[in-house]
């Protein structure tokens, strides 16, 4: 197969995109009510029914990139044979961490481990123990590890080897061409997953976008006591907007690659400076014990779920977590694609699976300890409005006001890259799989996304959006095995005689 499918005069994928979006924005305005009600309960009922198949899948998709790693057709180029990569590993694993986790970094950073801290899982410790707090960096290591970046990595990895090996158009729909054919991924079936995957990607950055606005929001108020309130969001929204609209313009060298880049060195000095400030010793042992938790729990937490009892815990925290990444899989699989074009199958899987793994590991151990290590009682306080939890402990520490403002920006910095990545991808997405989409459909998107994060935050819709996001992306988990299995088969067709010779010359090239 090395074809291209003809989709280049189809607006159709399009047009549908923004009808759907936007009809769905007018029933959470005009009636929140019965919106939240569907999509609590769609989602409610596919937690309690489905709750299965998220584990299964979540840990087949790990199993897939290990196995995808470890096997002969690790010395695959993700582009033809002598192809090199785009980028510098630094460029690339700021983008794919910036576009996979950002602002959720922030958010949940403080506020998930004391959370469990507070309420330990399933009554496994009590609350405010050592024991609660070693529960606490366990689970969140577990829910921010290898499952989701091994989502992230199957579906990435299938797009980028069909659109850059096999010239296929960058649309999820092109992946399914072994399993379909041409003329189903043509047609409705196709055009289907694509508008599928563009209204999951809208209402996931859109909600990400209002999480974002909220919290920068409290954090101004919290340090300089600007008003939490509409106004004051409707100026972030604006400014943030027309700040990722300049990058967009700008392009992916120039505008994501850099606030990328500037992305990460926010992230490590602030890290140092919670990690310097804070208690050192407590965040080594607590990210030590913790890593040896996580890998020693790994396979028996993967498959937890009670058969015969309560599972509001497990679907409150992990199953909507599983679900959540799933949903956001389409965007951050198809810019992770994007920008991976000449990796290897095993360096693209050892670098999206275990380098966004452990920098998210480092961060919870040194925040999460930070949290921890105040007590119940201001952790009970800090957890009340999950937005402040942040910035309530860093006021406990030297320098915390100086923390917490780094901390605004970096939320800023997070904002304006992910709704600019979100923008370049949607632009992708309906334009046929265009690797370089217009300035004018990507600033469409961008006005669509900020208008949507606007009107819902305004409503009372953002968390009902993310629930109807998740419970509409759930068709993804079947997409995304489809898609493991869809690249298997096509991978057998591979000359790997050639690859491995091509491989080996490249390599003793750069040792020359």
Known sequence: MNNKINKNNDNSVFYISVAVVLAIVVWGLVSNDTF?????????FLRDNFGWMYLIGMFFFVLVAVILACSRYGNVKLGPDDSTPDYSYVSWFAMLFSAGMGIGLVFWGVAEPLNHFVNPPLGLAEAGTGEAAQLAIKTSFFHWGFHPWAGYSVLALALAYFQFRKNTPGLISSIFIPLFGEERVNGGLGKFIDVLAIFATVAGVATSLGLGTLQINSGLNYLFGIPANSVSQIIIIVIVTVLFMLSAVTGLDKGIKFLSNLNLGIAFVLMMLAFLLGPTVKIINAFTNGFGQYLGDFIPNSFRINAFGDNSWLGGWTLFYWAWWIAWAPFVGTFIARISRGRTIREFVIGVLLVPTLGSFIWFAVFGTLGVNLGLDIATEAVKVTETAFFVVMAHYPLGSIISLVAVILLCTFFVTSADSATFVLGMMSSNGDLNPSTKRKVTWGVIQSSMAFALLLGGGLSTLQTASIAA??????????????????????????????????KNKKII
Not at 36 to 42: I, V
Not at 491 to 506: F, G, H
Request: a negative charge.
């Open 36 to 44: 939240s009600a569907a999509a609590n309960g769609l989602y409610v």
């Open 473 to 506: 992306a759930f068709p993804f988990a079947i997409i995304m095995i489809l898609g493991c299995i869809s690249l298997f088969k096509e991978l057998k067709n591979e000359d790997l005689d050639a690859v491995n010779e091509s491989y080996k010359e490249q």
